[in-house]
């Protein structure tokens, strides 16, 4: 029996005119894996929640057509009885887990089943052990890592033994090993008979997994449906992102992009420092250091991308730097002052920090509302609060929104007002977690560009597991893991290593090594678009 089939599905907002899906039709079997691709908005988020039945449930509004599950229609059947059948997965693992600590999490589903103790802890301790984490199962859900949140997403679905997953954009917290180990699991559960549905931007990862079909939705209907080979010739390579080998392939027949030129980093004889972080350790519990003996500097013009695995410390360093944590031992300097004795209110004016979960940081009714909030409490003159809230909605591609409440806009959207929000403090120093998680590569390439070509940041720090963003963007790389700093370079010295990415589990992509086979040439790194009117790179 055909595991799901939707048939002239549409479906329209109850708040909006227009419908957010247009008579989409397609079919997958038990053993198959699709690939969901599309800008932010073409509608993949709401193909999932009229799937799993969320809409028109939770989420109000009109829908046409069929979802039919293993044969049945899912408008007559409870979300509880769908739960047993589609498992979902969702972008932000922080909407997902309730429970404190990882084995109650996972038990969640399974005893509103109502099953047996005994079953419970086995199928516990079967997922567990299916995706490599029993050593978290005592852990306190709160402090695990973005990575580590995402697979005990993951393990308390598939606890529940679904027969058809659905996935949104798993590999945005994990790092470039810890996706390939995701994406072989994934294959894995398709051979073993599970029909899977991925949403995901970071399609050159899924494709090593040899997707069966590839759907691409734009603006809310089906643009392509079919192999993987066909997908290249279809898609706007500015919007959606693409191996670089199939960018390299039609940019070259384009006109040469404009070119991005930012300033150099300055050299460490050229003054003091932003920041300073001087043999720093710190643990969250006393018997378990998170970063050791940390000796780094910031300086004006330094845009930095922080790399490494997922719970390596990287989100712990950048914290030390805003204040909201302090050295067990060492200590931290912002413009010469130990943050001991510094407010995070008063770091705020020279370092501003997006969080990687932009539920940890939104909270006012509108979007204008929480861009205002940190310059009026920064006690900026109010014509400077409305100019700076406007350019950073322009620069986020936001424009339309102000009125909406945060918290009811997509993760990416989410994300992109946190960043908004920091943009309109006009902080010094620009501190980023994970600032293209949820975005498509058209917004994230946008502001990016827009962010470094700022006049008023004096330098830009930004953790990330996207290898190509430290490549296009990095004039410094640093390495962290196991809480110790493994690195510090220049992209071209640091990302040219493979054995060292290896070994911190980075993963070299195809736009890294066609940088590095050009490098002599074009003696510096460069986006796709550029890298393709460079002479002598072979697609």
Do not use: W
């Amino acid at each position: 029996m055909t595991a799901l089939h939707i048939d002239r599905l549409t479906f329209r907002y109850r708040d909006r005119p227009e419908p957010s899906l247009n008579d989409i039709s397609f079919q997958a079997q038990a053993g198959e894996l699709l690939l969901l691709a599309g800008a932010s908005g073409s509608g993949k988020t709401t193909l999932i929640r009229c799937i799993n039945g969320l809409a028109p449930r939770s989420y109000k509004g009109e829908l046409q057509g069929q979802v039919l599950l293993q044969g049945q229609d899912n408008t007559g059947l409870t979300l509880a009885r769908i739960s047993q059948v589609v498992g979902t997965v969702l972008q932000d693992p922080e909407r997902q887990i309730l429970g404190t600590r990882v084995r109650s999490e996972v038990a969640f589903g399974l005893e509103n089943l109502g099953l047996n103790r005994p079953e419970i802890n086995q199928r516990i301790d079967e997922a567990l052990e299916y995706l490599g984490i029993p050593h978290l199962s005592q852990r306190e859900t709160f402090n695990l890592s973005g990575g580590e949140k995402q697979k005990v997403a993951l393990a308390g679905v598939l606890a529940m033994r679904p027969s058809i997953l659905l996935l949104d954009e798993p590999l945005a917290s994990l790092d470039p090993a810890s996706a390939q180990e995701t994406l072989q699991m994934v294959r894995r559960l398709v051979d073993e008979g599970l029909c899977v549905l991925i949403i995901e931007h970071r399609i050159e990862d899924v494709l090593a997994i040899r997707p069966d079909q590839v759907m691409f939705l734009e603006n809310g209907e089906m643009r392509y449906h079919g192999g993987v080979e066909g997908l290249g010739k279809v898609v706007n390579y500015h919007e959606i992102k693409l191996p670089a080998p199939m960018i390299l392939q039609r940019a070259a027949r384009d006109a040469p992009p404009p070119e991005v030129i930012f300033k150099p980093a300055e050299t460490p004889e050229s003054g003091a420092p932003l920041v300073r972080f001087e043999n720093v350790s710190f643990g969250y519990q006393r018997e378990q250091a998170v970063l050791e003996g940390i000796n780094l500097e910031i300086r004006r013009g330094d845009v930095i991308a922080v790399l490494g695995p997922n719970g390596a410390g990287k989100t712990t360093l950048v914290k030390h730097a805003i204040g909201l944590l302090k050295p067990r031992h060492g200590r931290v300097l912002v413009n010469g002052k130990d943050t001991r004795q510094s407010s995070v209110a008063q770091i705020a004016n020279t370092l501003g920090y997006v969080f990687q979960s932009p539920s940890h940081m939104l909270f006012a009714p509108t979007v204008q509302e929480e861009l205002a909030f940190g310059p009026t409490n920064l006690r900026h003159a109010p014509e400077q609060i409305a100019r700076d809230v406007e350019e950073a909605i322009q620069i986020v591609n936001l424009s339309g929104r102000q009125k909406d409440p945060p918290l009811s806009l997509s993760f990416g959207q989410q994300k992109r007002v946190s960043i908004a929000a920091v943009l309109a403090m006009r902080s010094r120093i620009l501190a980023m977690d994970e600032p293209t998680a949820g975005q498509d590569y058209r917004n994230y390439m946008d502001f990016m560009d827009s962010i470094l070509s700022l006049p008023n940041f004096a330098a830009i720090l930004f953790i990330t597991h996207d290898v190509d963003l430290a490549v296009i963007y990095a004039n410094r790389v640093l390495l962290i893991n196991q809480g110790r700093l493994v690195a510090d370079g220049k992209p071209e010295e640091v990302l040219s290593d493979f054995e060292t990415l290896r070994q911190n589990r980075l993963v070299p992509t195809s736009l890294l090594k066609s940088n590095l086979q050009a490098l002599p040439r074009s003696g510096r790194f460069l986006r796709a678009e550029a890298l393709a009117h460079c002479s002598g790179i072979t697609p």
